[in-house]
């Protein structure tokens, strides 16, 4: 871990010391100087969160998207990956899951585990075609890989086409919590999405996580102090993967549905928006940019299509205004103040 850290903070602590850095340096995953405090108190703010008038679908759907944005994060904000396709790994989980609670009569808690599963194979599989490429070409071949799985479900008996999955089964998780009140299943999504938050913040944190950022910040050292960088990032991949899996799993049996929405493209571009607004390579950054572009999506809703417009222009000014994103020009202001 040591060599690891060495090798992510050597750039930054050489350009300090030329004096080329004249605003402090935000190292990724540092935007907050008590981490276990801010996680405590986001996990409270989300549990009274229905008790003061937010209603708990769209919350749920805030924490789905949250969860699916965080694993994003880990292989783009940590990793320096950039996958135009990880729309597949989210519709995917969903209709496998979907499709085990309605037809196969799984509970709950097995059919989103069967959701995640399928999405974790299928990150293994798209990992070892696309990980071996970098940039621009290693983004184009998770995209068409996307694109093939979008037509195979718009073709597929089982994934009812455009209609989707309809009318999925809640079920009672554990056999006696009955989801179909809506405080226990966003009590549920909440636990899931904690434990996914938890899990994506000790991969960062570990000698598994520095390695990563080390990866991202200068390949080539990495690999000359003797560790297979594709084998990291073909970890962080699947991790990821499977992360987004969850996401989707637990978002199909939140909404009873499975449609082709989850795995079309413009899903994949949705959730780059929501990390670079809200701040990539910060660790509460895509929490953040979730809320605000599932809040957008939901008090726009009655300007119909122009939603998507008035979301671009947003998008726009905060990446003129917001380099960092939101968490992270908040994070540097903050550091510069204390300075």
Known sequence: MGDSSAIASTDNATNATNGAVTTPVLV???EVRNPARAIVIMAALLAIAPWVGLYPVFMMKALCFALFACA???????GGLLSFGHAMFLGTAGYVSAHAAKIWGFPPELAILAGTAASALLGIATGLIAI????????MITLAIAQMMFFFYLQAPFTHGEDGIQAVPRGRLFGFIDLARPLAMYYTVLVIFLAGFLLIYRVIHSPFGQVL???RENE???ISLGYDADRYKLV???LSATLSGLAGATKAIVFQLASLTDVHWSMSGEVVLMTLLGGMG???GPVVGAFVIIALENYLAPFGQWVTIITGLIFIV?????RRGIVGELAAWWARRQK
Request: glycine share 8%; hydrophobic share 55%; with cysteine.
């Open 72 to 78: 994003f994060n880990l292989l783009l904000g940590f």
């Open 132 to 139: 071996r490429r970098q940039g621009i070409y290693f983004a």
């Open 236 to 238: 962080a991949f699947i």
């Open 318 to 322: 905060c990446v003129l205004a917001f």
């Open 220 to 222: 080539p050292r990495v």
């Open 213 to 215: 950022k080390a990866i």
């Open 28 to 30: 990724p995953g540092s």
């Open 282 to 284: 910060t660790i509460f």
